[in-house]
């Protein structure tokens, strides 16, 4: 790539704990990769990301950072601005762009979880949790054996996680509320009470359910804390098909409005170049 360079494309760079997500936007696509993340964020750390999708910082007008450690990069590089966007607005830019949406809690199910209330002027920190994709291939690799995510996302869609969780059904006999019985009452409860021989799949169901519904029912609450009518989940833990089940079924108990847009892993990236692009709105 090459021009005068307020027509080159823009950049973004979302350093995450697991995943560091590029997109890259030229007035008319947005291009997205993602790769492993090494280390902390650095400038050659920046120009290594880029350069995965065949860019050089000197090919784009400008670079929008967020996620972690950001602050340590340099004001430049290569004679291109390095902007800083903090992120919790790029997560609640990112959430509400994918989906159309004006104002919505967005939770980013990355490595942890973070909630932010969105909107068009303001975009809060208002929950989150631990858990996320982290745990589960944390104690997939105690539990199942592996931390390939596509292995336990497979193995937990040929599994049943009532194997090794107890039901609300088998605890009271009945539905409670807008819940129905099969809902899990104890996630791993069957282990509590006595020896289970459960097989990988039937476990990485049940580490799939558990992380899924910790997630969902945390996303749901502090939406409707904060009276939004939407809840959206994005970030790398929707890209798998078990998980996004998980969250659909969550949202119907509960009666609550679930989004879960496809591409939710460049959410953050693509809130932060939203961010610069549009310097109306907070940073």
């Known amino acids: 790539m090459s021009g005068d360079s307020e027509s080159l494309p823009a950049a973004a760079v979302d350093f995450g704990a697991s995943n560091t997500d590029v997109v890259i936007h030229d007035g008319a696509t947005v291009r997205h990769w993602r790769v492993p993340s090494e280390g902390h964020p650095s400038d050659d750390r920046v120009r290594a990301v880029l350069a995965h999708g065949g860019v050089a910082p000197a090919d784009v007008r400008w670079i929008a950072v967020t996620g972690g450690n950001r602050t340590t990069l340099s004001a430049t590089l290569e004679g291109?601005?390095?902007?800083?966007?903090?992120?919790?607005?790029?997560?609640?830019?990112?959430?509400?762009?994918?989906?159309?949406?004006?104002r919505a809690a967005v939770a980013s199910a990355g490595s942890g979880t973070a909630v932010v209330a969105a909107g068009p002027d303001e975009f809060r920190h208002i929950s989150g949790t631990g858990v996320g994709g982290g745990t589960l291939v944390g104690l997939a690799r105690l539990l199942v054996g592996t931390v390939d995510p596509r292995e336990i996302d497979a193995l937990a869609q040929a599994g049943s996680d009532t194997a090794l969780n107890l039901t609300i059904g088998e605890i009271l006999g009945q539905a409670i509320g807008s819940l129905p019985p099969e809902t899990t009452a104890v996630n791993f409860g069957r282990v509590a009470r006595h020896t289970v021989e459960a097989s990988r799949q039937d476990t990485a169901a049940a580490l799939v359910n558990m992380v899924g519904q910790v997630i969902a029912v945390i996303a749901i609450n502090a939406a409707r804390a904060q009276q939004l009518t939407d809840t959206v989940i994005v970030g790398h833990l929707t890209d798998l098909p078990s998980v996004r089940r998980t969250f659909e079924l969550v949202g119907q108990y509960y009666h609550a409005a679930i989004r879960i847009p496809e591409g939710g892993g460049k959410a953050t990236a693509l809130g932060a170049l939203l961010t610069v692009m549009e310097p109306h709105t907070q940073r």
């Open 80 to 102: 291109r601005p390095v902007h800083q966007v903090a992120e919790v607005q790029a997560i609640g830019r990112g959430g509400l762009a994918l989906t159309g949406l004006e």
